[in-house]
């Protein structure tokens, strides 16, 4: 079983920087690691996956809508993973989620709880 757990999130202004952190916990999650993402999901929006990134070789990826802006990272030593935002604005505003894949698994299997990012304009 792998424990996530999301925190950094809150109320800012729009051109502000936000940064989420998501602690990794779980005695097979070093072992079975294999990617970890930020989902977000918006009121009466779908969820979106807007960064991941492989948890040995460190490939990232981005959405279309935060390319440029967000920068995903990874701490292997801690189990952490990071989400700086920046230039954000009222779109970004969503609950985020710490989502992680293990080896054989078909897409994210283990989720946090969430942390409310708002952005006011």
């Known amino acids: 079983q792998v424990q996530l757990l999301e925190s950094g999130g809150g109320l800012v202004q729009a051109g502000g920087s936000l940064r989420l952190s998501c602690a990794a916990s779980g005695r097979t999650f070093k072992a079975y690691a294999y990617a970890m993402g930020w989902v977000r999901q918006a009121p009466g929006k779908e969820r979106e996956l807007v960064a991941s990134i492989r948890w040995t070789v460190g490939t990232t990826y981005y959405s279309d809508s935060v390319k440029g802006r967000f920068t995903i990272s990874k701490d292997n030593a801690k189990n952490m993973m990071y989400l700086q935002m920046n230039s954000l604005n009222a779109e970004d505003t969503a609950v985020y989620y710490c989502?992680?894949?293990?080896?054989?698994?078909?897409?994210?299997?283990?989720w946090g709880q969430g942390t409310q990012v708002t952005v006011s304009s």
């Open positions: 989502a992680a894949q293990r080896v054989g698994e078909s897409g994210y299997k283990s």
